[in-house]
């Protein structure tokens, strides 16, 4: 059903078209050359993220914070191997998909830590990409509540997501 759904919508739209009397062929290079001003405002704040990003995961710098962390998630009885998605989550979703896709690899996709990290990934978002793309493309500079926000929104779930799952699991 789900593969019928978009050409579906797109067969509704050339009816509608058809019944209003609209060039629908026209209509959409007129959007398409409306959205390449979008795209131009957009491709900037993206590729920022995006270098930053790359920056940040290539310089191993996060495996050394980790590191110190780990005698608190052992002390806590928290797995340390949802730490990794906890915090790349909200800048990357596909970065912390990467993530939960080798914890999946490793330890099954039945296992306590996959149901942990897939709560985590599903129930929190990507809020510097978020207010990268968004705020940028809009042209918003005081993002410093909104990010705090997101942030703390995402820490909210992360904890809500330790007390919870092994409740669940």
């Known amino acids: 059903m789900s593969n019928l759904f978009i050409p579906l919508i797109v067969l509704f739209v050339i009816i509608y078209g058809f019944f209003k009397k609209i060039n629908i062929y026209d209509a959409f290079i007129e959007g398409v050359i409306d959205s390449f001003s ?48 906890a915090v790349m989550r909200p800048l990357s979703g ?16 039945d296992s306590y830590i ?15 990409y978020i207010i990268t793309l968004y705020f940028g493309t809009v042209g918003i500079k005081k993002i410093k509540h909104a990010l705090w ?20 699991f």
Do not use: C, H
């Open 38 to 85: 979008m795209i131009m405002k957009m491709f900037p704040s993206l590729l920022a993220m995006i270098l930053a990003v790359n920056i940040f995961k290539s310089s191993k710098i996060i495996d050394y914070v980790f590191s110190f962390l780990k005698p608190l998630f052992l002390l806590l009885k928290i797995p340390f191997e949802v730490l990794p998605i």
């Open 94 to 109: 596909s970065f912390g998909l990467a993530l939960l896709n080798n914890i999946y690899g490793i330890y099954g996709p």
């Open 114 to 128: 996959s149901f942990l990290s897939s709560v985590i990934q599903g129930s929190s978002d990507t809020t510097i």
């Open 149 to 168: 926000v997101g942030l703390l929104a995402d820490l909210f779930m992360v904890i809500m997501s330790l007390i919870i799952v092994p409740f669940l």
